[in-house]
């Protein structure tokens, strides 16, 4: 079973400040996603990186993908509250088989 | 167009009940994932088919769980009997190929309660 921890579990910061959320694994991915779950919703997509190295950007969100593919980050630069939710990444080994979710970061911004 | 659709959004019942769970794919997505999300163990698959064929069920807790997807658009999760443990947020989610990559569109999900 390929396992994607996820650091922080939990994050409370003040509207503007920048943070870092991190999403590490021990296997091989050949893709990874980003999702972001409100209270009473499903986890809706937020990118897919597939190159190691590759960096996306999503307005005030940065993705990175580690060059080995076994890791990956997700930088918000002067957080909002709309920013508020689950963070979860999602590691493909490749083909048909089945996506791992990580263990998931509860992200909290006080206006 | 309309997203995944999941009833009821809510369940509340009696331990030893069965329940049953719906879920309406994305027209045209041909691989379809149910999940268990609880606090304690995050968002965990625990059956996806592809065009209509169960692909891997090795996620499903144990026999009480039953799925089902009879046709391109209609898929069913049943537990029976249900148990207490059991009580957590079920999502269906489906993608247009099945291949790893693609965007995994989610319905709302049902929170489950077992009393």
């Known amino acids: 079973t390929q396992l994607l921890e996820q650091s922080p579990q939990f994050l409370s910061i003040q509207e503007g400040e920048n943070l870092t959320v991190y999403c590490n694994s021990s296997?091989?991915?050949?893709?990874l996603q980003w999702y972001r779950q409100e209270p009473g919703e499903g986890p809706v997509l937020l990118v897919t990186?597939?190159?190691?190295?590759e960096v996306k950007k999503l307005k005030r969100l940065t993705f990175q993908f580690g060059d080995a593919r076994k890791d990956s980050s997700l930088h918000i630069t002067a957080a909002q509250p709309g920013d508020t939710g689950l963070y979860l990444c999602?590691?493909?080994?490749?083909?048909?088989?089945?996506?791992?979710f990580g263990t998931g970061t509860k992200l909290q911004v006080i206006p | 167009d309309a997203g995944v659709i999941q009833s009821p959004r809510h369940e509340v019942t009696e331990m030893g009940q069965e329940v049953t769970l719906r879920c309406k794919p994305i027209?045209?997505?041909?691989?379809l994932f149910w999940y268990r999300q609880t606090m304690m163990r995050g968002l965990e698959l625990l059956i996806y088919?592809?065009?209509?064929?169960?692909?891997?069920d090795s996620g499903m807790p144990e026999d009480r769980f039953s799925a089902k997807m009879p046709n391109a658009s209609f898929s069913t999760l049943k537990i029976q009997p249900s148990e207490p443990r059991d009580s957590a947020v079920y999502f269906c989610?489906?993608?247009?190929?099945?291949?790893?990559?693609?965007?995994?569109?989610f319905g709302d999900g049902t929170r489950l309660s077992i009393l």
């Open positions: 989610a489906s993608t247009q190929t099945g291949f790893g990559n693609q965007p995994q569109h």
């Open positions: 990186v597939v190159t190691g190295g």
């Open positions: 088919f592809n065009n209509n064929v169960p692909i891997d």
């Open positions: 999602a590691g493909a080994p490749g083909g048909y088989q089945k996506v791992t």
């Open positions: 027209s045209g997505h041909n691989s």
């Open positions: 296997s091989v991915f050949s893709s």
